[in-house]
Nanobody, 128 residues
Framework: VQLVESGGGSVQTGGSLRLSCVSS???????????LAWFRQAPGKEREGVAA???????RYEDSVKGRFTISRDNAKDTVYLQMNSLKPEDPASYYC????????????????????WGQGTQVTVSS
């Protein structure tokens, strides 16, 4: 599966951005069954999980983004979104979309090595 992110950019502290990730190229399974997630990586830091969603719409968030970020999916469009509100100076990073065809119903992990498909990333910058 190929993943293409969009929606990154530069905003001021407290601003909002919505990231999108479109999936394509699946042959043997439907993206609607996939586990989908967003990770981010800041310069000099490890890639960390931000939010994940299973095929049933169950979600999991990293603690620092709870209440500010919302992950959602539109299965008809094979797209996953990340709505980011109240952006903070610690949020800037390259944001990556990830997918796992094996699914994750009920446990919705934010564990990097469990996701086998990755996008190229989209940059988010927050200025004060």
């Amino acid at each position: 599966v190929q993943l293409v992110e969009s929606g990154g950019g530069s905003v001021q502290t407290g601003g909002s951005l919505r990231l999108s990730c479109v999936s394509s190229g699946t042959t043997y399974s439907r993206v609607s069954t996939y586990c989908l997630a967003w990770f981010r990586q800041a310069p000099g830091k490890e890639r960390e999980g931000v939010a994940a969603i299973d095929s049933g719409g169950n979600t999991r968030y990293e603690d620092s983004v709870k209440g500010r970020f919302t992950i959602s999916r539109d299965n008809a469009k094979d797209t996953v979104y990340l709505q980011m509100n109240s952006l903070k100076p610690e949020d800037p990073a390259s944001y990556y979309c990830a997918a796992e065809a094996g699914g994750c119903t009920g446990w919705v992990p934010l564990i990097r090595h469990l996701y086998r498909a990755w996008g190229q990333g989209t940059q988010v910058t927050v200025s004060s």
